[in-house]
């Protein structure tokens, strides 16, 4: 059985960069009473109107680096309060911060229903990343070879320009690549000890990596009332 669409739903969309989870959050935030809560997006949003948060995080973004776990963290808490359904696309990056996150979760009563691990190799992911087309109002993303807008440069939804990442050149995406291994990565651990975890293929086509998706959801959400 696929899942209703009302059912709750507090995931945490783990991975590398360009694995596809900011693409699938966006499929189930359509799809479900859901909320897909970016922590890229946020930060994006807060260095172009040029908030005190967006002037903090600008350098480490532009270096493709992780910002402060305390700034993180803090963004964060804010966020978290305001629903029963969530998808957590982006965060945590880091153990301090996915110790935060159960902290926060606890006092809200609000714990995670699963925890999806997007695979997918080096080399597939770097083509993904420096081909990659965003819609800098909606966070939607198209690739100029594997998944390209119907028009070159501009969003098949709301007509407006593509632009590409200043963090999607090839020198910056190894650099998120290595924060990836270094900090990150150590949540697959973390989260497998919980028996949340489940891995999907991000190589997959957009819609079989959905299915896949929603039937691990099933799964561990099932077992979690
Ligand atoms: P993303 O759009 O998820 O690839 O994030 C873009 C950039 O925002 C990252 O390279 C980091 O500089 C920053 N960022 C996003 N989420 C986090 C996080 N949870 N912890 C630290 N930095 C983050």
Redesign the pocket.
């Known amino acids: 059985m696929s899942p209703q669409a009302t059912q709750t739903m507090r995931l945490v969309f783990l991975g590398p960069?360009?694995a596809g989870?900011?693409t699938q959050a966006k499929v189930l935030e359509d799809r479900f009473a859901v909320r897909q809560i970016?922590?890229?997006?946020?930060?994006?949003a807060n260095v172009k109107s040029g908030t005190p948060l967006g002037l903090e995080?600008k350098s480490?973004?532009?270096?493709?680096?992780?910002?402060?776990?305390d700034?993180?963290i803090r963004m964060?808490r804010g966020e978290l309060a305001g629903g029963e359904s969530f998808i957590l696309?982006?965060?945590?990056?880091?153990i301090a911060?996915a110790q935060a996150l159960d902290e926060t979760l606890a006092s809200l009563s609000l714990p995670l229903t699963a925890v999806i691990m997007f695979e997918a190799d080096r080399d597939t992911l770097i083509a993904r990343l420096t081909g990659r087309w965003t819609n800098p109002r909606t966070?939607r993303t198209y690739h100029a070879v594997f998944n390209p807008p119907k028009v070159a440069g501009i969003d098949d939804e709301d007509g407006g320009p593509l632009e590409q990442?200043r963090?999607d050149t090839r020198d910056?995406v190894v650099e998120?690549l290595g924060?990836y291994d270094a900090k990150t990565a150590p949540l697959i651990e973390y989260y497998r000890k919980t028996g949340l975890l489940v891995s999907v293929d991000g190589l997959e086509p957009i819609d079989s990596v959905t299915s896949a998706v929603l039937s691990a959801i099933d799964g561990p959400a099932k077992a979690r009332p």
């Open positions: 960069p360009g989870k900011g970016s922590t890229g997006d946020i930060l994006r995080a480490f973004m532009d270096a493709g680096q992780l910002v402060p776990d700034v993180i964060m696309d982006g965060f945590p990056r880091t911060q966070g990442r963090d910056v998120r924060e």
